[in-house]
Nanobody
Framework: QVQLVESGGGLVQPGRSLRLSCVASGFAFSTSGLSWYRQAPGKERELVAVINTFVDATYYADSMKGRFTISRDNAKNTMYLQMNSMKPEDTAVYYC?????WGQGTQVTVSS
């Protein structure tokens, strides 16, 4: 059974940083592409970043480029999302995805 559990969300001031974690189980983590998505209130879920298994190549949505970094630790079955220079528009529920499964989401709120 695929399970993904996000953590690390919370309230952060604009310009500050936050790191999300996603612990996965139930699928071949080290050979799977992994993704972060987010969904803001009243908006559709959008892709944030992807990391694949080929030399850990990454992709970022335009609004996240240069501010967010996706990474993975295969030894820990864990994926990360480092978010820097955060903006109020980054406020959303963040979800991790992999192995055809989804986590339950973690709330991130950027506000002064």
């Amino acid at each position: 059974q695929v399970q993904l559990v996000e953590s690390g969300g919370g309230l952060v001031q604009p310009g500050r940083s936050l790191r999300l974690s996603c612990v996965a189980s139930g699928f071949a983590f080290s050979t799977s592409g992994l993704s972060w998505y987010r969904q803001a209130p009243g908006k559709e879920r959008e892709l944030v970043a992807v990391i694949n298994t080929f030399v850990d190549a990454t992709y970022y949505a335009d609004s996240m480029k240069g501010r967010f970094t996706i990474s993975r630790d295969n030894a820990k079955n864990t994926m990360y999302l480092q978010m820097n220079s955060m903006k109020p528009e980054d406020t959303a529920v963040y979800y991790c995805s992999g192995g055809n499964g989804w986590g339950q989401g973690t709330q991130v709120t950027v506000s002064s």
